[in-house]
């Protein structure tokens, strides 16, 4: 099946800093979307793309669909200590997925105080 | 308020049991999901459901079993097919997930012992 490489796999930075992360897939998507879950909780949506080159904020977040439309990247800008959690793409295209979201295997971020 | 919730949070069950978990939505939505959720493994596609009475197996559908009576239920069973049960188990839900994703419940974690 399809698949989106999500990296990197786990972060570990201080709080303050600034972070960044990105989805690969080897296929074109019409939709890029950003989940966040929090430990123990379901992932909730952080951020939905449907253009190539559209920039999006959502507070401290900033996403990007790339131009490509093979690739999206999430930054989270002076990350604070509620930011800690599993970091979700994940993307939709007319091609073969019928409607359903294939998901990258994640970013697990940790934040230091 | 509208969501979609799934009961128990915490399942334990004995090995060769059957066990359902159960997954509510109010949001009118018409397609439904489950996945699986093991660590570093990111969202496995186990079933999913478009319209009440139609269903379709996901990626690892082995060991498993569902039902799309009503519209708003999809209860999941987790057989004693299933090798290797325990793991964390996400519903999700959506109205037109091109322009919104998919709405998550908090998730089930079931433990077999």
């Known amino acids: 099946g399809q698949q989106l490489n999500q990296s990197p796999q786990s972060m570990f930075i201080q709080e303050g800093e600034d972070v960044s992360m990105n989805c690969t897939s080897s296929?074109?998507?019409?939709?890029w979307l950003w989940y966040k879950q929090d430990p123990g909780e379901g992932p909730v949506l952080l951020i939905a793309l449907y253009k190539a080159g559209e920039l999006t904020s959502n507070g401290r977040l900033t996403a990007q669909f790339g131009i490509t439309r093979k690739d999206s990247f999430l930054n989270i800008s002076a990350s604070i200590p509620s930011d800690v959690g599993i970091y979700f793409c994940a993307g939709l295209n007319y091609g073969g997925s019928q409607g359903n979201l294939i998901f990258g295997k994640g970013t697990k971020l940790s934040v230091k105080p | 308020d509208g969501g979609i919730t799934q009961s128990p949070k915490y399942l334990f069950r004995k090995e060769g049991q059957n066990v359902t978990l159960s997954c509510e939505q109010n949001?009118?939505?018409?397609?439904m999901y489950w996945y699986r959720q093991d660590p570093g493994q990111g969202l496995r596609l186990i079933y999913y459901?478009?319209?009440?009475?139609?269903?379709q197996k996901g990626d690892i559908a082995e060991g498993y079993s569902v039902s799309r009576e009503k519209k708003e239920s999809f209860p999941l069973t987790v057989t004693s097919a299933q090798k290797n049960p325990t793991a964390f188990y996400l519903c999700?839900?959506?109205?037109?997930?091109?322009?919104?994703?998919?709405?998550f419940g908090s998730g089930t974690r079931l433990t077999v012992v």
């Open positions: 999700a839900s959506s109205i037109d997930s091109w322009r919104y994703g998919y709405t």
């Open positions: 459901s478009q319209i009440v009475n139609d269903f």
């Open positions: 296929s074109i998507f019409n939709t």
């Open positions: 949001l009118n939505h018409d397609a």
